[in-house]
């Protein structure tokens, strides 16, 4: 997914970080709002999310096994409940 190019003139939106403290289904409703254009393309969505992450958040997403996310649904579909287990 890094090797997916973002469209020409893309501009990325100015996105708000999540360090794993507060609600991550609150991030991912922001994060969703704000890149609603390139919703059907996973890897670009993927990529911008992750870039979001930050501290616990980042360090979770980091030891994933490979394979974990494929899509934007994998993504976005445990992660709310991932920092709780």
């Known amino acids: 997914m890094e090797t997916v190019a973002f469209p020409p003139k893309f501009k990325q939106p100015n996105l708000q970080s999540f360090d794993g403290r507060g609600s991550p289904r609150q991030h991912i409703c922001h994060f969703?709002?704000?890149?609603?254009?390139?919703?059907?393309?996973?890897?670009?969505?993927?990529r911008l999310f992750v870039s979001t992450l930050r501290e616990t958040a980042f360090d979770w997403y980091a030891r994933l096994p490979a394979g974990t996310i494929n899509s934007w649904a994998d993504e976005s579909t445990p992660l709310p409940y991932a920092f709780f287990r």
């Open 32 to 46: 969703k709002a704000l890149t609603g254009g390139i919703a059907g393309n996973d890897a670009l969505m993927i």
